[in-house]
């Protein structure tokens, strides 16, 4: 395992939410909503990096069959608790990562989707999760890679250029913090940010292109700095 990848599977050794800007269930659902827009149907979905499963409830009654996986105990238990008290039936967990998951799963899907999670793999694991994803999507399936960290905004918003409060100095304090985090992360050999790595929408057409895919971009609606990834085959 990478040194980058034992950080991430530390990091959320004992998480037991996605992190969604609010945890309040009427911002969830929204998000929900605005993401099951984009899925646009199918009738068997595999959400991978499923975490806590504050989404996967919402998509629960859209679907016949949901396979929800991810890699951290403490995540699938929260989404377990959750499954159970929302009474989804048709959603089954399995822990894995984006290696091991292809091995256990039994079916192909209508859709593969990932809602911030891309952001923990480099683009080699995200050239390795779309070819493997073609073999597990059915045909005129999609695969929806939501909410990936914007390079181009991502540190416009990190040094607070969206925020309320945006003054010069502000602004200032919070690029001189960002500084110091970057060398002192650079340092101790760790990801610069926990929110993870920024992906460029070129590099990951690239990618997507190299696998007969076409990708379409699209800016979130809930975070300034996040935009979704519609990924399907040029024919469906
Ligand atoms: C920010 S959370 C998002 C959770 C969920 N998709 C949501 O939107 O509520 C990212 C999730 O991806 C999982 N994850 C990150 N890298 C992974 C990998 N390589 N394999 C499996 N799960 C991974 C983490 O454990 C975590 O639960």
């Known amino acids: 395992m990478s040194r980058e990848k034992d950080f991430w599977v530390e990091f959320f050794a004992d998480r037991r939410n996605g992190g969604h800007r609010s945890s309040a269930e009427e911002f969830i659902s929204s998000e929900a909503k605005e993401k099951l827009f984009h899925l646009d149907g199918g009738k068997t979905l595999l959400d991978f990096g499923c975490g806590a499963?504050?989404?996967?409830?919402?998509?629960?009654?859209?679907?016949?069959?949901?396979?929800?996986?991810?890699?951290?105990?403490?995540?699938?238990?929260?989404?377990?608790?959750?499954?159970?008290?929302?009474?989804?039936?048709?959603?089954?967990?399995?822990?894995?990562?984006?290696?091991?998951?292809?091995?256990?799963?039994?079916?192909?899907?209508?859709?593969?989707?990932?809602?911030?999670?891309?952001?923990?793999?480099t683009y080699q694991e995200i050239d390795n999760f779309i070819l493997n994803s073609s073999n597990y999507l059915n045909k005129d399936g999609k695969i929806?890679?939501?909410?990936?960290?914007?390079?181009?905004?991502?540190?416009?918003?990190?040094?607070?250029?969206?925020?309320?409060?945006?003054?010069?100095?502000?602004?200032?304090?919070?690029?001189?913090?960002?500084?110091?985090?970057?060398?002192?992360?650079r340092a101790k050999n760790r990801p610069v940010n926990i929110l993870g790595y920024s992906h460029s929408p070129d590099k990951l057409k690239k990618i997507v292109n190299k696998h007969d895919f076409e990708m379409t971009c699209v800016q979130s609606m809930y975070y300034e700095y996040k935009f979704h990834a519609i990924i399907s085959r040029p024919d469906s």
């Open 53 to 121: 499963g504050e989404l996967l409830v919402y998509y629960s009654p859209e679907y016949e069959k949901m396979v929800g996986v991810d890699f951290s105990a403490s995540m699938l238990e929260e989404a377990s608790k959750r499954i159970m008290e929302r009474k989804c039936g048709n959603i089954s967990l399995i822990q894995a990562d984006d290696k091991t998951v292809w091995e256990k799963l039994d079916s192909s899907f209508d859709r593969i989707t990932a809602a911030g999670v891309i952001q923990y793999l």
């Open 144 to 185: 929806v890679l939501f909410d990936i960290l914007d390079p181009r905004l991502y540190p416009l918003w990190k040094i607070g250029l969206f925020s309320q409060d945006t003054g010069f100095l502000n602004i200032l304090r919070k690029a001189g913090f960002e500084f110091k985090n970057m060398i002192s992360a």
